[in-house]
């Protein structure tokens, strides 16, 4: 059966300390790099989910804004609608009272 093999890891200090050579298997260098491999793949994956989070939450905020401000339009809306449609029966109304003082026939009810 072979040998494993080994990887030589050597720690250098600064300065004139003593230099410490330390020898690792294969295997536990390989598992090391699955297993950083493995946290780096989950930290893009967090920070992927925390920017779309936030992403979405400023899009929620500014739907949310621009849904008020139509609101109010649509209420500013709703009641120029009111104030014209009282307008028109008023109009009809001095309009029919014109037309029974000038001896006129009334308007035919399908065309008002």
């Known amino acids: 059966m072979p040998e494993p093999k080994k990887w030589t890891i050597v720690l250098v200090p600064p300065g004139s300390g003593a230099s410490r050579a330390i020898e690792v298997s294969q295997r536990l260098v390989k598992g090391a790099a699955a297993s950083?491999?493995?946290?780096?793949?989950?930290?893009?994956?967090?920070?992927?989910?925390t920017v779309s989070k936030s992403l979405d939450l400023g899009r929620?905020?500014?739907?949310?804004?621009?849904?008020?401000?139509?609101?109010?339009?649509?209420?500013?809306?709703?009641?120029?609608?009111?104030?014209?449609?009282?307008?028109?029966?008023?109009?009809?109304?001095?309009?029919?009272?014109?037309?029974?003082?000038?001896?006129?026939?009334p308007n035919d009810p399908s065309v008002q």
Do not use: C, F, P
């Open 60 to 105: 929620a905020a500014q739907l949310e804004r621009e849904n008020a401000r139509l609101a109010e339009e649509l209420g500013q809306m709703h009641s120029q609608v009111t104030q014209l449609t009282d307008t028109l029966k008023n109009i009809a109304t001095r309009d029919a009272r014109i037309r029974l003082l000038a001896n006129l026939e």
């Open 36 to 49: 950083g491999g493995i946290v780096a793949l989950l930290a893009l994956l967090l920070g992927y989910g």
